[in-house]
T-cell receptor, first 114, second 108 residues
Framework: NAGVTQTPKFRVLKTGQSMTLLCAQD?????MYWYRQDPGMGLRLIHYSVGEGTTAKGEVPDGYNVSRLKKQNFLLGLESAAPSQTSVYFC?????????????FGDGTRLSIL | GQQLNQSPQSMFIQEGEDVSMNCTSSSIFNTWLWYKQDPGEGPVLLIALYKAGELTSNGRLTAQFGITRKDSFLNISASIPSDVGIYFC????????FGAGTTVTVRA
């Protein structure tokens, strides 16, 4: 079972470049999430989606955009990368977002902005 | 997001020892979750707690959902080297709020 798959696993960008992180899940989950993880701060929610075609802002949405064109995919975009966006990015999904539905995480994308 | 305070921030433990960590919040949650993250991987769910006062075990792990719904603790009994990692608590109220993590290092 693949579960939640993130690509790429590593990337180095220069300030001002753009890129898209891809998250794919094969569990037919409705809800998908993007987090960033920084030292000493746990995981912070960037954006999330409650279903195909929908997106919503999380705790730290500035500088990021997302799209959910297909149920199984959730894309995170950086239009103009900044050094402050150096982080480890995690995607997660769950069935219906209910409080009794634990989220399943991918293995992360390590992004460095120079 | 809601503020979760997780302690301790880090710990060194002797193999075979029991260890405890806890999480508190200023807000009420419907569900408390405990995740473990190994180096280079994403968080993996260890235990989920759905009811205030609930005490749940998963092998050597035991976790409790506080009566006030504002806190939870995780115990690991008889530590082994593979217990090394970062443990996160998370409160779930349709969106997850995470603690900052407890880094566990085991001395062999």
């Amino acid at each position: 079972n693949a579960g939640v798959t993130q690509t790429p696993k590593f990337r180095v960008l220069k300030t001002g470049q753009s890129m898209t992180l891809l998250c794919a899940q094969d569990m037919n989950h409705e809800y998908m999430y993007w987090y960033r993880q920084d030292p000493g701060m746990g995981l912070r929610l960037i954006h999330y989606s409650v279903g195909e075609g929908t997106t919503a802002k999380g705790e730290v949405p500035d500088g990021y955009n997302v799209s959910r064109l297909k149920k199984q995919n959730f894309l995170l975009g950086l239009e103009s990368a900044a050094p402050s966006q150096t982080s480890v990015y995690f995607c997660a999904s769950n069935h219906d977002g209910g409080s009794n539905q634990p989220q399943h995480f991918g293995d992360g994308t390590r992004l460095s902005i120079l | 997001g809601q503020q979760l305070n997780q302690s301790p921030q880090s710990m060194f433990i002797q193999e075979g020892e029991d260890v405890s960590m806890n999480c508190t919040s200023s807000s009420i949650f419907n569900t408390w979750l405990w995740y473990k993250q190994d180096p280079g991987e994403g968080p993996v769910l260890l235990i989920a707690l759905y009811k205030a006062g609930e005490l749940t075990s998963n092998g050597r792990l035991t976790a409790q959902f506080g009566i006030t719904r504002k806190d939870s603790f995780l115990n690991i009994s008889a530590s082994i080297p593979s217990d090394v990692g970062i443990y996160f608590c998370a409160g779930n109220d349709y969106k997850l709020s995470f603690g900052a993590g407890t880094t566990v290092t085991v001395r062999a």
